[in-house]
């Protein structure tokens, strides 16, 4: 639970988040704008020689700090965590030139750590298997419990004023846990297969390259230049909702030719395509956000 309580918004802060990114086919911003890119300097940590980042580097993050004593199992242990702490678990490591940048929104990475102990030792005993037996190893309905149970969880957006229940970390929580254990013993779910996609900000990237996403000339012009889009704006709104359905799409086309795969699959297959950027390919939307 803890893994994908963190699980959001790794790219750094802008110096200037409405400069024009500088890379092929992008104009060029204001000459002193400083050159703010998808390669720009993010969040790293090293770990037995290699480097990670996002994702795969909260996982080391937190590999890294149990094997130095922190009892991340502990649900008391996550409902007293501090700042100061929070920042060793994931303090990033330098570069060569001593250079290192800081995990975004750690006050709210300390909050939702502490959610998670508090609402385990509340509730299920401090121990997340109860969380599974209370949903009956179902994976709707293990998501939409996470939702309920824990609010940093209840990914829910607005559209003409009805709900639009997106759930990207409660989502991915189910099938990180089915992937873990291989949908098998303690992580055995049912119904992985109605799972959605996951929206966040890589995905949308992969399928706008593939022209299955394509942005209104506004939207497009938004999001090349890096603009912030606040969270619940119905630009990110129709962004996320779009990428669910352009992955199930997918998946429909893929059944039609007797290929048979489910929205997470695909969205996985997607995400790691997205870890190797191309040339061409325009910038993901920016939305400084807990869930995603």
Not at 96 to 109: C, K, S
Request: hydrophobic content about 45%; glycine content about 6%; some cysteine.
């Amino acid at each position: 639970a803890l893994l994908d309580a963190l699980n959001f918004c790794f790219w750094p802060d802008p110096t200037k988040p409405h400069a024009i990114e500088r890379r092929q086919g992008i104009e060029r911003g204001p000459a002193d704008a400083p050159p703010i890119s998808d390669d720009a300097p993010r969040w790293r940590v090293q770990w037995r020689g290699k480097w990670f980042n996002g994702y795969n580097a909260l996982a080391v993050a937190l590999t890294r700090a149990l094997e130095a004593g922190h009892p991340l199992w502990d649900a008391g242990y996550l409902a007293r965590m501090d700042a100061p702490t929070m920042r060793d678990i994931l303090r990033p490591d330098p570069d060569a030139a001593g250079h290192a940048v800081e995990i975004p929104l750690i006050e709210a990475r300390v909050a939702h750590t502490r959610e998670v102990g508090s609402v385990l030792s509340e509730h299920y005993d401090g121990q997340f298997a109860n969380v599974m037996a209370a949903a009956g190893r179902d994976a709707v309905t293990l998501a939409l419990l996470m939702a309920q149970d824990f609010p940093s969880f209840n990914d829910i957006a607005t559209w003409a004023g009805s709900d639009v229940r997106l759930l990207k970390r409660a989502q991915i929580l189910v099938s990180d846990i089915a992937s873990a254990f291989g949908n098998t013993g303690l992580g055995q779910v049912t119904r992985l297969d109605e799972l959605t996609a996951f929206a966040d900000y890589k995905v949308p990237q992969l399928l706008r390259r593939l022209g299955i996403l394509s942005y209104a000339p506004d939207l497009a012009t938004r999001i090349d230049h890096l603009e912030l889009i606040p969270p619940g704006d119905p630009a990110e709104v129709a962004i996320r909702a779009a990428t669910v359905w352009g992955v199930e799409w997918l998946r429909r086309a893929l059944a039609d030719q007797g290929v048979f795969v489910t929205a997470p699959a695909i969205d996985y297959r997607l995400w790691l395509a997205g870890q190797h950027v191309l040339a061409q390919d325009r910038p993901y939307h920016r939305t400084r956000t807990i869930y995603y």
